[in-house]
């Protein structure tokens, strides 16, 4: 299995490669880039956005003086008649964008192998400062949903494969497909709307992961609050995340249950409880694993974004959206890094789960 291992590992470094070249063309190609950004904001009167230019208010003064200009000129960039070529080019080195494409990826890589993701072009603070700070939450909100999610629906799927067109297998049904039609984030305005000051009950705070006072709270009365706070955005998030998985756990024991060797461990006079968790399980649980890597992604980023804006819980899925929409490159390659690191090492967990529940799968002979 080390071997294994080991080859896994390194061909993390060509995938995470092949990914950020693809997503740095796409990116680049994509128009609205940071300077054109920042000449929207200043188009805007934002002042502030020129503080970056120079080191002293004077040439601050006189960059604007130079944007009041009228020098037109053909430019590459959307909005930019107008401007001086000089001012263009001051923010073109600011962000950056002096050097040719090939060159800016190669230093960005170069950094990011030491995890240095540079500085934030607007929020004028470093990348891994912004992702340490978000990612609180967003392992909040991942871990906590992901082991609800798996508690009700594997043993569900358990039982609704157990007592297949029952009464019970029905309306399970109907709570599963209610489920899986409706959006988390209507889920999260309903709950918004019952238990937090909508139009009946004000249990439940609407903003934040914590209260503001929460450091000053002991230990007991910090998690009672942490909770409070959790309970509405991952209740909202299991609702709509449980149904897949209790289908695809029902569906896989249903199709072992009917195959020859569960006939013959009845034959022999085993219990049924014994053959459910003796035989049947540990092969119905493979597809069910497989999936843990993209489920797991899938909650962390794309699940959460729309529970976190609604709850205003400001983690690393906000700061991918936010960064995307506004073109600031540190923090978008940053996230997109640590995002698909993260999920290859989960895709790696998920091939030593398969090992735990079925020894008999090596994954050295495949290979080899």
Not at 13 to 39: D, K, R, S, Y
Not at 132 to 157: D, N, Q, R
Not at 236 to 260: D, P, R
Not at 300 to 316: C, H, M
Request: net charge neutral.
């Amino acid at each position: 299995m080390l071997p294994y291992l080991l080859r896994r590992l390194l061909f993390i470094i060509p995938t995470l490669f092949g990914i950020m070249v693809i997503n740095f063309i796409i990116i680049q190609a994509a128009p609205g880039g940071p300077v054109e950004q920042m000449i929207a904001k200043m188009r805007g009167n934002n002042i502030d956005a020129t503080a970056r230019l120079t080191g002293s208010g004077t040439e601050s003064i006189q960059a604007l003086e130079q944007f009041g200009e009228s020098h037109l000129f053909d430019s590459k960039y959307r909005g930019a008649q107008g401007l001086d070529p000089e001012f263009i080019a001051k923010l073109e080195k600011m962000f950056g964008f002096d050097k040719p494409p090939l060159e800016r990826f190669i230093m960005m890589m170069k950094n990011y192998l030491t995890f240095n993701f540079g500085d934030s072009y607007f929020k004028d603070r470093s990348v891994i400062g912004l992702i340490i700070e978000k990612m609180p939450v967003s392992i909040s909100i991942g871990l906590w949903t992901t082991l609800l999610v798996y508690l009700i629906s594997i043993p569900l799927g358990i039982r609704k494969a157990v007592l297949d067109g029952t009464a019970f297998d029905v309306w399970s049904s109907a709570v599963v497909i209610v489920g899986y039609a409706i959006p988390g984030f209507l889920f999260a305005i309903l709950l918004i709307v019952l238990f937090a000051g909508g139009s009946f009950w004000s249990i439940f705070p609407l903003r934040g992961i914590v209260s503001d006072n929460w450091h000053q709270l002991s230990l007991g009365p910090k998690i009672l609050d942490y909770f409070w706070h959790m309970t509405l955005p991952i209740t909202a998030l299991v609702i709509s995340g449980f149904a897949s998985l209790t289908l695809l756990t029902k569906n896989s024991f249903l199709e072992e249950i009917n195959k020859q060797y569960v006939v013959t461990a009845r034959a022999k006079g085993l219990t049924e409880r014994r053959v459910l968790f003796g035989h049947v399980f540990r092969n119905a649980m493979l597809i069910v694993v497989a999936g843990m890597p993209g489920a797991l992604i899938h909650i962390f980023f794309a699940g959460s974004l729309l529970i976190e804006v609604i709850f205003s819980l400001d983690g690393l899925g906000l700061l991918g959206f936010e960064s995307a929409v506004s073109r600031d490159y540190p923090v978008v390659f940053g996230t997109l890094y640590v995002f698909t690191l993260l999920g290859l090492f989960l895709h790696i967990l998920g091939d030593l789960t398969y090992t735990f529940i079925d020894p008999r799968i090596d994954f050295e002979k495949r290979m080899g």
